[in-house]
């Protein structure tokens, strides 16, 4: 009989039960699934983004499917950070469950704003920085694709909350090394890669765009190969830093190849509108690799792939 393995993980100093979260955005505060999913046996929810007032976000038509995955174009909407707070966190808080705050901005005093709020409130595991938002300060440019405005940010929010910090980075900068090497020397604890990528959707027949804003978020399979790229880049170049992998995982192996690569992670995204319960099934698909393969904990696998 072997031994049943650790499915422990460490990301600095946030401890998780097991290596599966669900992502920013794809599994609403949680609550949603509650009826669907034993939420208390994720490794971590991850809430949608919060803004520090309502938002109600973009027109529809806001999501489209595409060949192997899916664009959206929500616009952050979500109740605000204090409705949260009131009415949200209490709820999830009985569930036992590491609740990681995710945080949005249009400007690096907004973003402080939230982490401030989310500091004071109890029951929050961790904030995770959302840097794919428009900086109104600078025309609109993405907080995440320049080194020094991700710097900025991620050092106020840094200063503004004692809560483990992990920064989700944007695959829309040059260099996503440079950028999260910005990330970690400014406060974050942990990295999250990626978030989704600019695509646009046409319908041919009524020559118009499928998506009321043009431009949307692409996420599912079709971004797996090159989240798991952009993984891989950053943890040979900065190995020590903790890891949490995103874009297209459908199944276990597909966890099971991030955390090969060097993540101490994953989040499970788009994959929960389809199939609800997947989460759950991939950290048993997990404890059941490593016990086949005689390892004793998922760290005794992370980067663990063999010289060809």
């Known amino acids: 009989m072997g031994v049943t393995p650790d499915l422990r993980v460490s990301l600095g100093r946030l401890t998780l039960p097991n290596p599966v979260m669900v992502a920013a955005g794809a599994f609403g505060y949680g609550l949603e699934y509650r009826d669907l999913v034993d939420i208390a046996q994720l490794g971590a929810i991850v809430t949608r983004s919060l803004t520090l007032a309502p938002r109600m976000g973009n027109p529809p038509p806001r999501v489209v499917e595409t060949p192997a995955g899916m664009l959206n174009a929500i616009g952050l909407q979500n109740d605000g950070v204090d409705a949260f707070l009131l009415e949200i966190l209490p709820q999830l808080r009985s569930y036992g469950v590491p609740i990681i705050a995710s945080i949005a901005g249009e400007t690096v005093e907004e973003y402080t704003h939230v982490a401030s709020k989310i500091d004071r409130a109890e029951g929050v595991a961790a904030v995770e920085l959302n840097l794919s938002c428009p900086n109104q300060a600078r025309g609109g440019m993405e907080f995440g694709i320049e080194a020094t405005l991700t710097a900025q940010v991620v050092s106020a929010v840094r200063q503004a909350t004692t809560l483990p910090l992990i920064v989700k980075l944007s695959p829309n900068a040059g260099d996503l090394v440079s950028i999260a090497a910005a990330a970690v020397e400014a406060g974050a604890d942990a990295l999250c890669l990626v978030n989704t990528f600019p695509g646009v959707a046409v319908d041919a027949r009524e020559r118009r765009f499928r ?98």
């Open 211 to 308: 998506l009321a804003t043009k431009v949307g978020g692409l996420s599912g399979p079709a971004i797996k190969p090159i989240a798991q790229y952009h993984l891989w880049r950053v943890h040979q170049a900065l190995p020590e830093v903790p890891l949490i992998g995103v874009g297209g995982i459908s199944s276990a192996e597909d966890a099971l190849e991030y955390i090969l690569l060097g993540a101490h992670a994953v989040q499970i995204g788009t994959a929960n509108y389809i199939h609800p319960t997947l989460a759950l099934e991939v950290i048993e698909g997990i404890r059941r690799y490593l016990s086949e393969h005689g390892f004793d904990s998922v760290e005794a696998l992370r980067g663990a792939l063999l010289d060809s």
